[in-house]
């Protein structure tokens, strides 16, 4: 049985030969030239169509030494903060020609760094990393001079940019919120000692120290389940509860919510709480949790733009963009603010 051979990729040069142009003229029409007279253009696409050309755009690409592709990275699609983020990103690159590649990073130092070394790898022109979890020098080493921009942390790295917003703000507006509130015995779930995100830990460290405070700290995961598992634990232990909660984030925060409804406890009436990020969810009316803004798809945009300036060959030392946090009261610490 006679086998057939792949059929051959349409190359320029046949279209060249089909309008009877040179190969030079096609690559200028692909590129989108001026310099082409209209029926030029018109006859070059034409046979284009007809042949079934497709442009090989990586190759172009490469061959001005840029992918107009950028790697971003994610900490965790589970929270929809991120998902915020990313939005703010797409806005920030619309309109720039650049395409994104997304990979997850789930809290393990191993898999960003290799995602990372893979978006290299792939000849991205830059990488966004938005919830980085590893070092700065392992990070410095895996980009090998790739523009990075990081998002939610400041990393001392040259050529490494930062967008975040003041963390620590975020934690002792937290405090003084619910020390306004009355509250004295005010708890903080925290996140696990080892991820590199301790400003808002400090910032209310320090705000309960200011008020003559004794500070309690629980560590959780970052998830509605661990939030939820820590409260378990908490309640099992027959401990004298806290009358407030400032949560790492709005899902452990709302994790916390469901374990105290499951024991029969009223939020704010029993335990007044406060999440931070303000994710969508957060505003439900059947939540209402009092929040943290941390501005996520600004923090997007910001980078999104941070970014572009570098490729665009913008000069200069790292530069670290800082946003000012906001609190948004609701009805899980103040029964008056509605939901």
């Given at each position: ?11 320029m ?49 490469l ?86 921009v ?20 975020s ?19 925290d ?57 790492h ?27 931070c ?55 899980s ?7």
């Amino acid at each position: 049985m006679k086998q057939t051979s792949p059929a051959r990729s349409v190359t320029m040069e046949d279209v060249a030969r089909e309008a009877g142009v040179s190969r030079a003229l096609v690559s200028l029409v692909m590129r989108d030239s001026p310099k082409v007279s209209a029926a030029k253009r018109t006859a070059v696409l034409e046979s284009a169509a007809a042949l079934g050309y497709s442009p090989n755009r990586l190759a172009s690409r490469l061959a001005s030494h840029r992918t107009n592709t950028l790697g971003v990275l994610f900490l965790d699609l589970h929270n929809s903060v991120f998902a915020d983020i990313y939005d703010g990103i797409a806005e920030g690159l619309a309109g720039s020609g650049n395409q994104v590649m997304v990979a997850v990073g789930s809290a393990d130092p191993g898999t960003e760094l290799e995602a990372v070394r893979n978006f290299v790898d792939l000849r991205v022109d830059g990488v966004i990393l938005a919830g980085y979890t590893g070092s700065a020098g392992e990070l410095d080493a895996a980009l090998r001079g790739t523009a990075a921009v990081v998002i939610t942390r400041e990393l001392k790295v040259d050529g490494v940019d930062s967008v975040l917003t003041d963390d620590f703000r975020s934690g002792a507006l937290a405090v003084e919120h619910l020390h306004g509130l009355g509250h004295r015995r005010i708890a903080h779930v925290d996140i696990s000692d080892w991820l590199p995100y301790t400003d808002r830990r400090e910032g209310y460290l320090h705000a309960m120290k200011q008020f003559g405070l004794e500070p309690m700290l629980v560590h959780s995961d970052m998830t509605e389940r661990g939030g939820r598992n820590v409260m378990e634990r908490f309640l099992a232990s027959g401990a004298v509860l806290p009358t407030a909660i400032f949560a790492h984030n709005d899902l452990t925060a709302i994790g916390i919510m469901g374990a105290l409804a499951t024991h029969g406890l009223r939020v704010p009436d029993d335990v007044a709480i406060v999440g931070c990020d303000n994710i969508e969810l957060a505003a439900s009316p059947l939540i209402g949790l009092t929040s943290i803004d941390q501005h996520a798809e600004e923090l997007g945009r910001v980078a999104a733009q941070v970014m572009l300036d570098r490729l665009a060959g913008s000069a200069g030392p790292a530069v670290t963009r800082k946003l000012e946090p906001a609190l948004v009261v609701r009805s899980s610490s103040n029964p008056g603010a509605g939901p």
